[in-house]
């Protein structure tokens, strides 16, 4: 993947920004030299993101289940930077406890954000890339992508969907013989950002904790890695990603574990709750 040093202007899109995670990915990215789009349904996070990173940071409001807010950031970005080279689809939401508890207005809003808010801005991107030469697609996954995670099977569902579009997104692409393309799936476990802060009274959150609660600057670390080196699917933590890979491989002794897991990840809760108190 070239770097902006090579290419410049170099121009970058970052959904979900306005906050956590995306707040400092968009960081990352100016650090290294990219123009970015900060991209938010809030219109004040976006504003106070792209303020706090300087003129190299640019806030717009994106509904990213709206195919033409998507195209917009991307025509916009194009316009401003000259180019398009990284786009990371960062927006996500989640809801908790069991599958059969959530209305049809839940499961369509977590779908729709986490995995259509992906599909539409990884082709707009694409179309972008194709034209100039080239570019590199980051998708904020997670490792409910890869695995059962009682208490969240909407969200995992979307997240599995996020896995399987964009590498078969990746396996038409070489498929057309277009090789400076890139998508690259990142596969956290529970990071400590605002999606999780109100979560540590809610026993369907409890896997999302039963790991080493990531802090947010151990992704964009990844994410870091992988704008040099790209690679199709990154978990953090790696070992993480492989009792996931496991489970999967071996659905029967994957599920058997996962009350003992989500018993530890009710004491983390309760432990965080305590010291918040």
């Known amino acids: 993947m070239s770097t902006p040093e090579h290419r410049w202007p170099a121009g970058a899109v970052v959904t979900g920004a306005g906050r956590g995670l995306g707040r400092q990915i968009s960081a990352l990215l100016v650090r290294r030299g990219y123009q970015v789009l900060v991209a938010d349904v809030d219109e004040d996070a976006a504003k106070g993101a792209a303020a706090e990173l300087g003129e190299r940071a640019e806030a717009m409001v994106v509904d990213v289940r709206d195919e033409a ?4 950031a991307r025509d916009r970005v194009v316009e401003w930077a000259g180019r398009l080279d990284v786009w990371v689809n960062n927006a996500g939401v989640l809801v908790t406890g069991p599958v059969w508890e959530h209305d049809e207005q839940q499961r369509r809003r977590v779908l729709e954000v986490n995995a259509l808010g992906t599909i539409n801005g990884t082709l707009a991107a694409v179309e972008a890339m194709r034209a100039t030469g080239g570019g590199h697609v980051i998708n904020i996954a997670s490792l409910a992508g890869l695995s059962a995670v009682p208490g969240e099977g909407v969200y995992a569902a979307s997240k599995h969907a996020v896995m399987g579009f964009s590498l078969s997104a990746v396996a038409d692409l070489r498929a057309a013989k277009i090789k400076d393309i890139h998508i690259s799936c990142v596969c956290p476990d529970g990071i400590w950002t605002p999606m999780l802060h109100d979560r540590l009274d809610d026993p369907g ?29 990154t978990a953090v933590p790696g070992w993480r990603g492989t009792v996931c890979r496991v489970g999967d491989v071996f659905p029967a002794l994957g599920l058997a574990g996962l009350p003992v897991m989500t018993a530890r990840g009710r004491r983390v809760q309760r432990k965080l709750l305590r010291k918040r108190r």
């Open 205 to 233: 959150a409890a896997l999302s904790f039963s790991g080493r609660l990531l802090q947010p600057e151990e992704v964009v670390e990844a994410v870091d890695e992988l704008l040099d080196k790209p690679r199709l699917v």
């Open 69 to 72: 807010a998507v195209l917009a």
